[in-house]
Nanobody, 115 residues
Framework: QVQLVESGGGSASVGASLELSCAAL????????MAWYRQTPGHQRELVAS???????DIADFVKGRFTVSRDMGRNTIYLQMNNLKPDDTAVYYC?????????WGQGTQVTVSS
């Protein structure tokens, strides 16, 4: 059974940093794209950052310059480094992995940024 397990969320002050991790269990995602999304109540889930096998990254404009995405292929893990956090970054963050025609999602991890 394939699982994506996120960790690293929590509460942070404005301007602080957090790092999210997402470990893929049950299957390798080494040659498959993985990404981070986030969602707030009443809004659609939105792409935050993605990274392909070849190292191509896509960072949403609203976090560009503050967030970076990286992957550890050996550990089957994707990371989201979030710096200079803002209250608008408060959301549930989800890890996504795509293998063939199947899209997998993690359970989500809450990030709350307060002043």
């Amino acid at each position: 059974q394939v699982q994506l397990v996120e960790s690293g969320g929590g509460s942070a002050s404005v301007g602080a940093s957090l790092e999210l991790s997402c470990a893929a269990l049950g299957a390798t995602f080494a040659i498959h794209p993985m990404a981070w999304y986030r969602q707030t109540p009443g809004h659609q889930r939105e792409l935050v950052a993605s990274r392909t096998l070849g190292g191509v990254t896509d960072i949403a404009d609203f976090v560009k310059g503050r967030f970076t995405v990286s992957r550890d292929m050996g550990r089957n893990t994707i990371y989201l480094q979030m710096n200079n956090l803002k209250p608008d970054d408060t959301a549930v963050y989800y890890c996504q992995g795509i293998r063939g025609k199947t899209t997998y999602w993690g359970q989500g991890t809450q990030v709350t940024v307060s002043s």
